[in-house]
């Protein structure tokens, strides 16, 4: 039976076997503002719609915006420190990502994700494939990232 698990409810981490199809994460929260992403982006993806607040008014995005990788980096945060507690940690063996828009200074992130197909493995028992849909959210429930992961999950006894 699916189960949804908020921030708010007791943690445990969890194995294959306490996973089903339907099941929801629904991570905490990250508060961004612009001088994280002007950091990250110096570091990072220094390009000037991520970097410098008044040449960003003239690009594409008319106004900062966070890079899509610092997007993605905060999503594995909350991710691992609230939405989705796998025993053995989120291991990914690929995934799509879309960023179908920025994401702005002042939004307040968090991350629902849902277990889409578990694919036991044939050559490892105890392990299986899980696929999982994480959309990263703003305050207002806008999605600035979808992120369809493919994951290696293990049993209690591997």
């Known amino acids: ?12 981490s969890l194995y294959l076997d306490d996973l089903s ?3 929801r994460f629904i991570s905490g929260e990250h508060a961004l503002d612009a001088a994280q992403i002007v950091a990250f982006a110096a570091q990072f993806d220094p390009q000037p719609f991520h970097t410098d607040p008044d040449a960003a008014e003239a690009t594409f995005f ?19 420190e609230s939405g989705l507690p796998l025993a053995d940690g989120v291991i990914g063996s690929g995934g799509e990502l879309q960023w179908p ?4 200074p002042d939004d307040v992130l968090h991350v629902e994700a849902e277990i ?13 494939m899980v696929q999982a849909r994480c959309e990263t959210k703003n305050q207002r429930g806008e999605v600035l990232q979808r992120f369809t992961p493919k994951l290696v999950v293990v049993g209690q006894s591997v």
């Open 1 to 12: 039976m699916a189960e949804t698990h908020s921030p708010a409810a007791p943690r445990r």
């Open 21 to 23: 199809v339907g099941d």
């Open 62 to 80: 008319r106004g900062l915006a966070a890079s899509g990788w610092h997007t993605a980096a905060l999503t594995m945060k909350l991710l691992v």
């Open 101 to 104: 828009q920025p994401t702005r």
């Open 116 to 128: 889409l197909e578990i694919v036991p493995s044939r050559s490892k028992p105890g392990r299986a």
